[in-house]
């Protein structure tokens, strides 16, 4: 049986979505052969109350030269990042020569904002491309993982953090004892850790499954978060969900008894408890609700191919890779994908196939149907893309229910 990466203790996955591949892997047709595949698999401990992969590739196959993930490819997210900045400013930043840390950094979305206002920051980030983009935007960057040993340095080198930010990459990161015996050593006495990542709530409330990819080796909650910082003398001091990414939870985390504990946390976690977040029926739902999901989108799909209707992707999202391998969605169903992101052009969908094209071919010639991938980007994407529904062209979405939108 597994065993649970934040407490040891063991448990049984409640789902697995089969064999899959890198999530970011998109792929040119002669790396066809020798792909990589890993079973996919989800489990709930019941301990700790963490949600966790049993299995994920080895770091570098994923956080490479090469990471087809460039943040500042939605406007959204640059408006998002740009509002927490300006929070952290405004709440967080009093000492007078302020240092800020963030992981995960990417190709500088958020620190821009800090560079820009003249405030000492340090990304770490360790995909040297999008590192590179952010270095040449003039953001102290340092292309490695984060961990404690890296943790150690930074304080030897620049001192210790007023604050340590995080925007979905701490539950990216399987040794998150390291991480946290990292963030209390670089963080100031009265420093805070404001991170977010995807929020386990709305993946269970909006069956929102393709959330769980090779990236993803967690699925936080206030609850497992608490157990996790309180073994390293820190506490959770705020929580304030976010509408990004389909929905996130931010939370602001501090050393212990250092800071006002907003009533927000226990809010939380009394609606975690309603939510059944801490029992292990509500994860064996989860996943009657995946197979019915999984059901109903093949079903859809299959009767347009049927009516022979042009069906195209619309983003290629990481999160697209677990629904088309799980629902085994193939370029017979799917023409192509459309993307914005150069990289991903021209190259085919992990796994399944699918090529990938730029986002003219889409514009040029509208399909019948978009198949939303990026659904998370739905307000962005609909509000630019009125042109296909005014040319009669139809929405199919699957999260929170698949549905074709009228
Ligand atoms: N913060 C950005 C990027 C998220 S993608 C945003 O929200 O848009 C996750 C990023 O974390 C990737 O760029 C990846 O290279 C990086 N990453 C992965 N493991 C890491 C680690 N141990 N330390 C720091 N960054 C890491
Ligand atoms: P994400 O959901 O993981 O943030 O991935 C975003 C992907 O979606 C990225 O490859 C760019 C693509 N995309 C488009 O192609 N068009 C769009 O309008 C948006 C917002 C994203
Ligand atoms: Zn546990």
Not at 120 to 133: F, K, Y
Not at 271 to 299: H, W, Y
């Amino acid at each position: 049986m597994p065993q649970c990466l934040i407490c040891q203790a063991q448990f049984e996955p409640f789902i697995s979505f089969g064999k899959m591949p890198i999530a970011n892997g998109f792929l040119s047709a002669d790396q066809f052969t020798d792909e990589y595949f890993f079973e996919l698999k989800a489990g709930f401990c019941q301990n700790c109350n963490m949600v966790q992969l049993t299995e994920q590739p080895d770091r570098e196959m994923m956080f490479h030269q090469d990471y087809a993930f460039f943040s500042s490819t939605s406007t959204r997210m640059g408006i998002h990042f740009r509002q927490f900045a300006e929070l952290v400013i405004k709440d967080y930043l009093k000492s007078s020569d302020p240092f800020v840390v963030e992981l995960g950094s990417n190709d500088g979305i958020m620190l821009q904002n800090f560079a820009g206002a003249g405030i000492r920051h340090l990304g770490i980030e360790p995909s040297a491309n999008v590192a590179q983009v952010a270095i040449e935007k003039g953001i102290a960057t340092i292309c490695e993982f984060f961990d404690e040993a890296l943790a150690k340095r930074i304080v030897q080198e620049h001192g210790q953090a007023d604050a340590i930010l995080a925007a979905n990459v701490m539950c990216h990161i399987p040794y998150l004892h390291s991480v946290a015996a990292g963030i209390r050593a670089l963080l100031k006495p009265d420093g805070v850790l404001i991170f977010e990542d995807p929020y386990l709530g709305d993946i269970v409330e909006k069956t929102s499954y393709d959330q769980i990819y090779d990236e993803h080796a967690f699925y936080f909650s206030a609850a497992s978060i608490s157990y996790l910082f309180q073994q390293y003398g820190m506490e959770v001091i705020d929580v304030m969900p976010q509408n990004v990414h389909g929905g996130s939870m931010r939370y602001v985390i501090a050393h212990k008894a250092k800071k006002r504990i907003s009533p927000a946390v226990a809010a939380q976690r009394s609606k975690e408890k309603q939510l059944g977040l801490d029992r292990r029926q509500t994860f064996e739902q989860l996943r009657r609700n995946i197979e019915s999901c999984r059901r109903e989108l093949m079903e859809l799909l299959t009767r347009l191919r049927e009516h022979r209707k042009r069906i195209v992707g619309y983003a290629a999202t990481s999160k697209s890779t677990t629904v088309t391998n799980y629902c085994e969605i193939t370029a017979d169903l799917v023409e192509f994908i459309s993307d914005t992101t150069p990289i991903k052009q021209g190259k085919y969908s992990p796994g399944t196939h699918i090529p990938v094209r730029p986002y003219h071919e889409f514009a040029d010639n509208f399909p019948d149907y978009a198949l939303l991938f990026g659904w998370n980007h739905a307000k962005e994407i609909f509000a630019k893309e009125q042109e296909f529904t005014k040319a009669g062209g139809k929405w199919i979405v699957y999260v929170p229910k698949v549905k074709v939108l009228e």
